[in-house]
């Protein structure tokens, strides 16, 4: 896979119930961001989590880190349905010298009422 | 809180014609971004900027695109000659540094 990979691409969840993405990446990474997006609209930047954190909170967010596995999760707990939105990951690399994003291809979660 | 701009929300060009899509960047930060975004597909980095110079460029920023900052606010992408397949979104991001990457909420470019 891609740097950046996320999984599953599609969640469907009632409104309370957790949501629990993951991503993937391939190559040593400075930090990892998770970025939401609604449909057609602009990148809200939700947290950061640098290569030498593990987890992460903000709110009813959870990012965890495990930089053995090359991987990070995102949870958000008691989802609502204004959390329906795409989801993304999107890392820097090491040795980068414009700290470009490359991003994952999203989940696309959707909370039902 | 302060955020990034971007204009137009919209822009609709015939192929071959030139467009310049404008951002004014979070007014302390220092690195600058154009990423795109084609329907349906991942974000994708095209160049960032620091210092008044591109610090990196992917292989889509080839020689039909360039970036300006004319002066203390503004940051533009210019397309010389729009293609078809250069429709999409295009967002402007801009950080202080090994910071988040804030971004503002896109033009949309068809090219017809």
Not at chain 1, 32 to 45: C, K, P, T
Not at chain 1, 48 to 74: A, F, M, P, Q
Request: hydrophobic share 30%.
């Amino acid at each position: 896979s891609q740097q950046g990979e996320e999984d599953p691409q599609a969640l469907s969840i009632q409104e309370g119930e957790n949501a629990t993405m993951n991503c993937s990446y391939k190559t040593s990474i400075n930090n990892l961001q998770w970025y939401r997006q609604n449909s057609g609209r602009g990148l809200v930047h939700l947290i950061l989590i640098r290569s030498n954190e593990r987890e992460k909170h903000s709110g009813r967010l959870r990012v965890t880190l495990d930089t053995s596995k090359k991987s990070s999760s995102l949870l958000i707990t008691a989802s609502r349905a204004a959390d329906t939105a795409s989801y993304f990951c999107a890392t820097t690399m090491n040795n980068n010298a414009g700290n470009m994003l490359t991003f994952g291809g999203g989940t696309r979660l959707m909370v039902k009422p | 809180e302060p955020e990034v701009t971007q204009t137009p929300s919209h822009q609709v060009t015939q192929m071959g014609q030139e467009v310049i899509l404008r951002c004014v960047p979070i007014s302390n930060h220092l690195y600058f971004y154009w990423y795109r975004q084609i329907l349906g597909q991942k974000v994708e980095f095209l160049v960032s900027f620091y210092n008044n110079e591109i610090s990196e460029k992917s292989e889509i920023f080839d020689d039909q695109f360039s970036v300006e900052r004319p002066d203390g606010s503004n940051f533009t992408l210019k397309i010389r000659s729009t293609k078809l397949e250069d429709s999409a979104m295009y967002f402007c991001a801009s950080t202080t540094g090994r910071g988040p990457q804030y971004f503002g909420p896109g033009t949309r470019l068809t090219v017809l």
